[in-house]
């Protein structure tokens, strides 16, 4: 990425970075990342760098931003020069779409194509990677809240079959990361079925992986049957690739409390859910929409199963600056929380259509990354009551946002 930038085409951003506004020693600035890992660490963006990067839209050419540039700089005689610099750094940071960087994404995503499993993206970062300090880490979350009364009086009777747990890092969600994963100690299933969210789905609003999983603790197999069987039902709606997963924590933190409290003698199915926006209008629930039925058909079937739990790992509202807000989260969070009270409740009483007009109704602008994964939940799993086990909304003083989040579990 140190190559000149080809300067008789007009630069293009990259389109799939993601940016965070924050503030830095007082000054607004933005936090550019990627999601597939060719900027190494996050880029903080300010000043100069901001005007510029605002002025490229792909069809301006070079002159066109120096000249817009002078224009709000009151044409001072550097500015010529200093957007050239500009351009060339975001050249090497690799924050512009070039030939180089496509080559890259594109050896990238056949490299991992071509793996049979799908190795742990956040180990070593999120959490320990050595197998034993893992379990102790695991264990301390889990040890940290008990099992309230009428969870324990319903296990007395039968096993969970849907559990609903965060996503959020284990930092902030440790406490209902515990109550969520304190339901199935000691437990014992044949399957899991697990629906996470897609941050990264493309080209598709679901992501199948015929792939087995490995973590610190161990080797989790697919059940590459069901999963092919499922890619056929619904041809035109499941992304033709798995690269989605690459680096997804939604499953890889739910599998690896899966691991620590099933054992290993459980196979996987892991789903990805990318957004359902589109027919958000013109559908009632996610069984209505076109071409997803005979996938729901044959999931509902699997999840019905006896000895099959399914497990949404989600996160509820994302609120303020970094989530595309004009107000701060402080201005938001408690249309938010109403909000996911009146979520929960749908979840509760399990009501498919309920539950989707509340984002018909104005949800949506609530950004709830769980939204398509719980949709499919509500379609597949029976259950018979649920059990709230608590709610969380947590802060990010620096974007001035917060991120919301709940565990449920139903038998």
């Not at 889990?142 to 039968?158: D, G, I, N, T, W």
Request: glycine residues 8%.
């Amino acid at each position: 990425m140190n190559g000149q930038h080809q300067s008789n085409t007009p630069p293009r951003l990259r389109n799939d970075l993601e940016f965070q506004p924050v503030e830095y020693q007082g000054r607004r600035a933005l936090l550019v990342s990627d999601r597939f890992g060719l900027i190494k660490n996050p880029v903080m963006l300010q000043g100069e760098a901001l005007e510029v990067l605002v002025l490229i839209d792909g069809r301006r050419e070079i002159r066109d931003i120096q000249l817009e540039f002078l224009r709000n700089r009151g044409y001072s005689l550097e500015g010529t020069s200093l957007v050239n610099e500009i351009l060339q750094t975001f050249h090497q940071l690799g924050l512009l779409d070039t030939p180089e960087i496509r080559s890259m994404k594109q050896k990238m995503i056949e490299d991992y194509l071509a793996l049979a499993v799908r190795e742990p993206a956040l180990a070593g970062g999120a959490y320990p990677a050595d197998p034993e300090e893992l379990k102790q880490f695991l264990d301390q979350i889990l040890e940290m809240e008990k099992l309230p009364p009428e969870v324990e009086k319903a296990q007395s009777k039968e096993k969970p079959v849907v559990l609903i747990s965060p996503h959020i890092d284990f930092k902030r969600g440790c406490r209902l990361y515990s109550r969520a994963y304190h339901c199935l100690t000691g437990r014992k299933y044949r399957r899991v079925i697990l629906l996470g969210t897609g941050h990264a789905v493309e080209n598709g609003i679901v992501s199948l992986t015929s792939k087995n999983f490995l973590t610190p603790l161990g080797l989790v197999n697919t059940e590459k049957d069901l999963v092919e069987s499922l890619r056929r039902a619904a041809p035109g709606l499941i992304s033709p690739d798995d690269f989605a997963h690459r680096n997804e924590h939604s499953i890889e933190f739910q599998l690896l409390f899966l691991q620590r409290t099933l054992g290993p003698d459980f196979t996987l199915v892991p789903i990805l859910s990318g957004l359902f926006d589109p027919w958000l209008r013109t559908a009632g629930r996610a069984s209505e929409i076109p071409g997803l039925q005979e996938f729901l058909k044959i999931l509902a079937g699997a999840a019905c199963q006896p000895d099959t739990l399914t497990v949404a790992g989600v996160d509820l509202c994302h609120i303020g600056l970094k989530f595309g807000h004009q107000q701060p989260a402080s201005e938001l969070r408690e249309a938010a929380a109403e909000f996911d009270r009146k979520l929960i409740e749908t979840l509760l009483r399990w009501e498919p259509e309920n539950f989707w007009k509340l984002f018909q109704n104005g949800g949506e602008r609530f950004n709830v990354c769980g939204f398509s994964s719980l949709a499919l939940l509500l379609e597949i799993a029976r259950v018979k009551r649920g059990i709230f086990l608590g709610y969380e909304m947590v802060d990010e003083p620096a974007t001035r946002s917060a991120v919301s989040f709940a565990s449920l579990v139903f038998f």
